[in-house]
């Protein structure tokens, strides 16, 4: 087997795709908008920020090598060989592109042309039929391809879609960020002439949250129901720590919000950070803490109140 020095393999993974085909394979690379391209081959093979990701496939890297390996299906040998080979003939120029989170694009799955799959999902955790349809005609809800998967946006003022988190309706525990996102414009329904709004950790919670008011006869497009995106970690020390930036930025823009509702979880981590926030803020805001009455998080609460028993049962009595 041929052997390649340790310091020919760094040299080779420091190539990033971009520097790549812009040096040795220009004809291939499509500029799709500002500092995200794709290729001539891959349409949705997405290059942005140092990272790639071909959606159609469900794989992605960082590397130039990632990228012959994945996608051209070359050997780790053939690959380190390509670029060095490339590389001895042209020397590549690195450009040096802004890296700040603000500068980032939001990278966005390919929409499915149906939205079957992800209204069957949510309505199997017990969202309400007019809630997810409302979701799905602006968009704040789409199904993705090529897996099918539930994507919730949040967009900014111009309405320009800034932040999306993906969930696998597979009931497999598949979840996260999509490349880009920007926790401030997290997924939310909201009513900006409230003056109290609701905290959750997912998007999953919140339509469970409005799904619940509405059985209780409430307008639920009169609430303000926003997503953190994720649990809340404050410090150890409690006074030290930070409010998420997507509560920070809502109450900037919102001066007339006056109260807080927490809907975290309950479990410690949601314990601890709804404790925290009532610390933070307790001098300016009425903070209010109203975790589900039963069951782990709101979905379960709701899964319980219409009798339905999630395939991954996690709930318990609180």
Same mark, same amino acid.
């Given at each position: 087997?041929?052997?390649?020095?340790?310091?020919?393999?760094?040299?080779?993974?420091?190539?990033?795709?971009?520097?790549?085909?812009?040096?040795?394979?220009?004809?291939?690379?499509?500029?799709?908008?500002?500092?995200?391209?794709?290729?001539?081959?891959?349409?949705?093979?997405?290059?942005?920020?140092?990272?790639?990701?071909?959606?159609?496939?469900?794989?992605?890297?960082?590397?130039?090598?990632?990228?012959?390996?994945?996608?051209?299906?070359?050997?780790?040998?053939?690959?380190?060989?390509?670029?060095?080979?490339?590389?001895?003939?042209?020397?590549?120029?690195?450009?040096?592109?802004?890296?700040?989170? $603000?500068?980032?694009?939001?990278?966005?799955?390919?929409?499915?042309?149906?939205?079957?799959?992800?209204?069957?999902?949510?309505?199997?955790?017990?969202?309400?039929?007019?809630?997810?349809?409302?979701?799905?005609?602006?968009?704040?809800?789409?199904?993705?391809?090529?897996?099918?998967?539930?994507?919730?946006?949040?967009?900014?003022?111009?309405?320009?879609?800034?932040?999306?988190?993906?969930?696998?309706?597979?009931?497999?525990?598949?979840?996260?960020?999509?490349?880009?996102?920007?926790?401030?414009?997290?997924?939310?329904?909201?009513?900006?002439?409230?003056?109290?709004?609701?905290?959750?950790?997912?998007?999953?919670?919140?339509?469970?949250?409005?799904?619940?008011?509405?059985? $209780?006869?409430?307008?639920?497009?009169?609430?303000?129901?926003?997503?953190?995106?994720?649990?809340?970690?404050?410090?150890?020390?409690?006074?030290?720590?930070?409010?998420?930036?997507?509560?920070?930025?809502?109450?900037?823009?919102?001066?007339?919000?006056?109260?807080?509702?927490?809907?975290?979880?309950?479990?410690?981590?949601?314990?601890?950070?709804?404790?925290?926030?009532?610390?933070?803020?307790?001098?300016?805001?009425?903070?209010?803490? $109203?975790?589900?009455?039963?069951?782990?998080?709101?979905?379960?609460?709701?899964?319980?109140?219409?009798?339905?028993?999630?395939?991954?049962?996690?709930?318990?009595?609180?």
């Amino acid at each position: 087997m041929p052997y390649i020095a340790p310091e020919v393999v760094t040299e080779a993974k420091r190539m990033d795709l971009l520097t790549y085909l812009r040096t040795y394979e220009p004809g291939q690379l499509v500029r799709v908008s500002g500092n995200t391209y794709c290729t001539r081959e891959h349409d949705s093979l997405k290059i942005s920020n140092g990272k790639w990701m071909w959606w159609s496939r469900g794989i992605g890297g960082r590397t130039a090598l990632d990228y012959l390996i994945k996608v051209k299906e070359l050997s780790f040998i053939e690959a380190v060989e390509t670029i060095m080979g490339n590389c001895a003939v042209t020397a590549p120029v690195y450009e040096t592109e802004s890296r700040s989170y $603000e500068n980032q694009p939001l990278l966005l799955p390919q929409k499915s042309p149906t939205s079957n799959v992800v209204t069957q999902y949510l309505f199997g955790r017990g969202i309400d039929y007019e809630i997810i349809n409302e979701c799905l005609d602006k968009e704040l809800i789409i199904e993705s391809l090529p897996y099918h998967n539930v994507v919730f946006i949040g967009y900014d003022d111009k309405k320009e879609a800034k932040y999306a988190a993906y969930r696998a309706t597979n009931n497999s525990r598949i979840m996260g960020d999509c490349t880009g996102s920007k926790k401030q414009y997290s997924f939310r329904l909201t009513n900006e002439n409230s003056t109290e709004v609701h905290l959750f950790e997912c998007a999953i919670d919140l339509l469970s949250f409005a799904t619940l008011a509405r059985i $209780e006869g409430e307008d639920w497009r009169k609430l303000n129901l926003v997503s953190l995106s994720g649990v809340y970690s404050p410090k150890q020390e409690m006074e030290k720590s930070k409010v998420p930036v997507t509560l920070q930025k809502l109450l900037e823009k919102n001066p007339q919000i006056s109260r807080i509702v927490l809907h975290f979880d309950n479990d410690i981590a949601g314990r601890k950070a709804a404790k925290t926030l009532e610390i933070l803020l307790k001098d300016r805001y009425e903070v209010v803490d $109203e975790p589900p009455q039963r069951g782990k998080d709101f979905n379960d609460f709701l899964c319980i109140q219409l009798g339905i028993l999630k395939q991954n049962e996690r709930s318990f009595e609180r």
